[in-house]
């Protein structure tokens, strides 16, 4: 037999390897359909503070008051007259923006157990839609904190 015989019969002779369950598809299919619902849940967190802003701003154009400060004071207390009181607006303005950076956060670093070694494996991800998120939901909660200090 010649050598180029001998070689496709081992080629002939060659399984197709079988590729099992991969545990990795299931890992990445969970973290990102999350990742999607998160940054449609953060951005709804989002748009209720925005929304009450761009309220605050509107009036302030609109009925020509020359401090935008005292017109989203008497947004707020107007929030504050609900039966929930002063719980309301700081959900609302604090709470809801915060619950945006958590969830924001949550996507963006990724941490997970590896038992060989015995030690902590933490990912960042680059996400710009999620960082633009997780900037936002700073900016506002520091608005409204810059605003409850000032306020006293």
């Given at each position: 037999?010649?050598?180029?015989?001998?070689?496709?019969?081992?080629?002939?002779?060659?399984?197709?390897?079988?590729?099992g369950d991969?545990?990795?598809?299931?890992?990445?299919?969970?973290?990102?359909?999350?990742?999607?619902?998160?940054?449609?849940?953060?951005?709804?967190?989002?748009?209720?503070?925005?929304?009450?802003?761009?309220?605050?701003?509107?009036?302030?154009?609109?009925?020509?008051?020359?401090h935008l400060?005292?017109?989203?004071?008497?947004?707020?207390?107007?929030?504050?007259?609900?039966?929930?009181?002063?719980?309301?607006?700081?959900?609302?303005?604090?709470?809801?923006?915060?619950?945006?950076?958590?969830?924001?956060?949550?996507?963006?670093?990724?941490?997970?157990?590896?038992?060989?070694?015995?030690?902590?494996?933490?990912?960042?991800?680059?996400?710009?839609?999620?960082?633009?998120?997780?900037?936002?939901?700073?900016?506002?909660?520091?608005?409204?904190?810059?605003?409850?200090?000032?306020?006293?």
């Amino acid at each position: 037999m010649t050598e180029p015989d001998n070689f496709s019969r081992m080629l002939e002779d060659l399984e197709v390897p079988q590729v099992g369950d991969l545990r990795h598809r299931e890992f990445l299919r969970r973290s990102i359909l999350s990742a999607r619902r998160s940054a449609a849940l953060t951005i709804w967190y989002l748009l209720v503070p925005a929304y009450i802003l761009l309220c605050a701003v509107m009036k302030a154009a609109f009925m020509r008051e020359p401090h935008l400060f005292a017109v989203f004071d008497g947004v707020v207390r107007e929030l504050g007259r609900s039966p929930l009181g002063e719980t309301l607006p700081t959900l609302l303005l604090l709470g809801l923006p915060l619950g945006a950076v958590l969830l924001n956060l949550a996507v963006l670093v990724r941490a997970c157990y590896v038992p060989d070694n015995a030690e902590w494996r933490t990912v960042v991800r680059r996400r710009p839609v999620n960082l633009l998120i997780l900037l936002l939901g700073l900016l506002a909660s520091g608005l409204y904190v810059v605003y409850l200090l000032f306020r006293a």
